[in-house]
């Protein structure tokens, strides 16, 4: 295929060109190429690519910033997508949007599954799903995949937070232990999803690393498998005052994938232990 990713030089779109590009032809788009909240030139540009299809990785993922200053939020994540779908619907080419475990408000007691009903807390979580039902309103041809708790080589990330504040000799570290969800390397997302769109099974994923912990026990894995000796203490979400409400539950059931037969990805701990040894 002939595939154009948008974000191409953010942590995950890296990810996707490196994954994507033994098998296929790929344009990678970054904000340096084209706006995106320019509709005229978005249009023009992925009407110039060509691409058979379009992956949709470049947000304004800055969740506190977001919740201050919502209106950049929606001209990007929003009306942003919407530009692209329109692109990518003027020459009938599928897409593939990126989302988030933030769509839900994380009261569920269980992991989310694909069809669960949307209800976010925060701007960010809004501005996503906004671009969610925008994409599928727009686009007969399209996959809406949620993730969570992204960490790669190619971008900040928790993991590299985690070790530059064990390194400065912070002791001890006071890291939120009411907020769970799967921590997801994404460069196992980005194989996984070149798996999922070279089989053309259009609709709603959830794809995350199997397994799930709390922030407090991902942080404790992170110095444990970097070999530093560090105190961590768990706090509640109040301890830690944020301008953003962030969802308690951030499990998502990868059960799509289940139904389809295709295999899930790899526990979470395994892909942080290669992470930290690369």
Not at 81 to 89: D, F, G, P, Y
Not at 195 to 214: A, D, F, L, P, W
Request: charged share 20%; proline share 5%; net charge negative.
């Amino acid at each position: 295929m002939r595939i154009a990713v948008t974000g191409a030089t953010g942590m995950l779109g890296h990810d996707l060109v490196e994954s994507l590009s033994p098998r296929h032809t790929v344009i990678g788009f970054s904000s340096a190429d084209f706006d995106i909240t320019d509709i005229d030139k978005t249009l023009a540009m992925v009407a110039d690519a060509r691409p058979d299809l379009l992956i949709h990785s470049a947000a304004n993922a800055n969740v506190d910033g977001c919740e201050l200053n919502p209106e950049p939020a929606y001209q990007v994540n929003s009306l942003g997508t919407r530009n692209v779908a329109l692109a990518c619907a003027k020459i009938q080419a599928a897409m593939v949007y990126i989302s988030t475990d933030y769509v839900f408000n994380g009261q569920k007691s269980g992991p989310y599954v694909e069809w669960d009903t949307p209800n976010p807390l925060n701007i960010y979580g809004r501005s996503k799903w906004w671009g969610e039902q925008l994409v599928t309103g727009l686009l007969t041809r399209f996959y809406i995949v949620r993730s969570s708790w992204l960490y790669g080589k190619n971008g900040g990330n928790f993991v590299d937070a985690i070790r530059r504040a064990a390194q400065s000799g912070r002791n001890p570290l006071r890291v939120v232990q009411d907020q769970v969800g799967s921590p997801t390397l994404t460069s196992d997302l980005a194989e996984k999803l070149a798996e999922v769109i070279e089989k053309e099974r259009y609709g709603t994923y959830h794809i995350t690393n199997s397994g799930h912990c709390s922030w407090f026990e991902f942080a404790q894995r992170i110095v444990e498998l970097a070999g530093m000796t560090v105190d961590i203490q768990p706090i509640k979400s109040y301890e830690y005052p944020t301008p953003t409400a962030r969802p308690s539950n951030s499990v998502l059931r990868n059960y799509v994938l289940e139904l389809e037969r295709i295999a899930l990805l790899r526990p979470w701990h395994e892909a942080l232990a290669q992470f930290i040894r690369s």
